[in-house]
């Protein structure tokens, strides 16, 4: 019991360590005093930009994002009780890519750079309203819908990759692909937020039913969890903050599979628990993430959907040998 | 008084009719067993009674409102469903699994509120599972997993409990523990209806027999009257012997096919 109740503080305190050290790190040496002094002073300063204009709106976008992979995993692992769901099952987060892409395509988002994440947004309402209508009956029928959805989405950004304009063109839609919080800026805060607290906050109001969904669908149904209501409910929360989340940074994967699992463990496995502590998480492993593009000296910038997947996959197969230990 | 009335029920599944034209009315006090052979439709009708499966034809009121109208959360709290071998999908600990039988009284945050403890730990000790109380419900055994999602079932203390075969996989003292815990349910005002397969523990405790054949009502009736070798016959196509009566009933299958070709 208090190991639980314990959790989500150790996981709010890696977060705050997370956010200090992304603060104070980055690709531009300035010294924490400065840092402060120029935080603080009403004076315009390079350091003082450095921060509110570069760092900061990084490391707000990354708590963002990072909690919105977080609580969708977790919210989905619960509703489809299943270790290997993740954000991408149903499909809004490629359907978001797409619609990026196709702003970059018809070359919209050099005329005004607002118009990629906004397209975004028109593709994961799209795709998620898609996936609902074809499957919002069962759970079963959701993901199959999802993968149907994302299947369809990859083969539209095939498409697109294929029949680039120009060579440019299709560079600039595989690295906005790869996933990355630089250069964003706080209009594309302000634009996601709005929809990304609102995927949060309905994501938050699920951990009855994720709980009652532990003995099987019949028994929660019998415990007067509306299994219709909770599915729609799932796909609104995943597609507006995953969705928005995406459409500002491109895809980025396995922070919304790893983080629920990281935290299972101390809270008993009651999926109610994990909902707030792989919030906190994904948003810290977001961070770091994040951190790790910056301080790793590359020639071209190392992309962040690249270090999640680099760091996600070897775990993803560490999950598999434990499952293949822990299951009959 | 509590008052679970089926009239016409009918259900029918991919063309083929699983419940035909049932009408029952059951009462608090009762505790039903419901026998019938393997595809008789116990489980379907279970789960029509419950509210959960939607008949085709025919209605099913508590206490005279339908249970469609019903709200969801107040249904809960009134009736407990126990489907056929139930599963843990997570490692949860009993005592949160049993925990989550409360949930149709939780507020929409937070842990389990003080006032509720105490009913966790008497459903706990009452199904015999203090000293798993912290265990792993996926480790459990199968009869220990039973007697934890009965213990699921009765923490809410619901007025109907419905339970799809609850004595599957129990040990001898385990099973006879849960059919007089039912029983006792039953003598205490509780409506309990129950899928039972052992027909002498079903003779010895239930105090209403429901038969089903092929989704018609064979029987219902108090076990004394209704439990005889012509209906066990009808019902499950095997001479049947019935023996004592009340807490001594026996029920002894005697297949007499099979002795005749040795």
Redesign the interface.
Known sequence: MTASRVTPWIAALVLLAAVIASLFLGRVNVSPVDLVQGMLSPNASLAGLVVTELRLPRAVLAILVGASLGLSGSVLQGLL?NPLAEPGLLGVGNGAALGAVLSIYYGLSTAFPLTTPLLGLVGAVLAGGLTFAFGGRSTLTLILAGSAVSGLTLAILALALNFAPNPYAGYEMNIWMLGSLSEKSWDHIALAAPFIVAGLAILA?M??AV??????E??A??????LDRTRILALLGVGLSVGAATSVTGSIGFIGLVAPHLVRPFV????SRTLLPSALLGAALLLAADIATRMINTESELRLGVVTSLVGAPFFFWLVVRLRK?AP | MTRLTATNLSVQRGGRTILDDVSCTLEAGMFVALVGANGAGKSTLL?VL?G?LKPERGEIALDGVALARIE??T???R?????QN????????VE??VA??L??Y?P??GGLPAMLEPRLTYAIDVCDLAAQRLQ?ATTLSGGELARA?LA?ALVGEPDVLIADEPMTGLDPRHAMDTVARLAALAANGKLVIAAVHDLTLAARYATHLMALREGRLAAFGPTSEVLTPDLLRSVFDVDAAVSGTGRRTRVDFTDVRATKGV
């Open positions: 009780r109001t951990g009855r709980d009652a969904l532990s003995l099987g019949v028994q149904t019998s415990l007067g969890i509306d008993g496995h009651q999926p822990v | 789960s419950a959960l969801r959360r249904l809960a709290r009736r407990a469903y126990l489907p139930p599963r843990a999908e997570w490692p949860i600990s949160r699994l989550l039988g949930t149709p939780l929409a945050f792993p999602m699921r």
